[in-house]
């Protein structure tokens, strides 16, 4: 019984084979179209839409307080390792010169 289905299964098998290639014998003949690489104009263009979601998000906290003077990144920028992404301005320029107006007949007393 069992060689009679290994039999009947090798049979189908061939005959599923002769039956495509019967079929595909008066189709129409497969083209590939090929072209020599080269540099040219955007021709077609692909389109999306949806949500960008990051992979990963990271919390950024600082420890320090004082206005930025210089900003390195930007909202959603990609860093480096050691990379500066923000300078502090050390006083406000309107305090500075106060300071050293205050200061000056001090030190015009002292010389």
Do not use: C, H
Not at 5 to 27: D, F, P, Q, V
Request: glycine fraction near 10%; aromatic fraction near 4%; avoid cysteine.
């Amino acid at each position: 019984m069992k060689r009679a289905i290994i039999a009947l299964l090798i049979i189908a098998a061939i005959g599923a084979g002769a039956g495509a290639y019967y079929l595909r014998r008066n189709g129409a003949e497969i083209t590939v179209n090929t072209s020599p690489i080269g540099r040219g104009d955007i021709i077609d263009t692909v389109g999306a839409t949806g949500t960008l979601q990051a992979v990963t998000t990271v919390q950024v906290g600082s420890q320090v307080s004082g206005n930025i003077s210089w900003l390195g990144a930007d909202f959603n920028s990609i860093v480096r390792k050691d990379q500066v992404i923000a300078r502090l301005r050390r006083k406000r320029d309107s305090e500075t010169i106060v300071s050293l107006f205050l200061r000056r007949p001090v030190a015009e007393q002292r010389l």
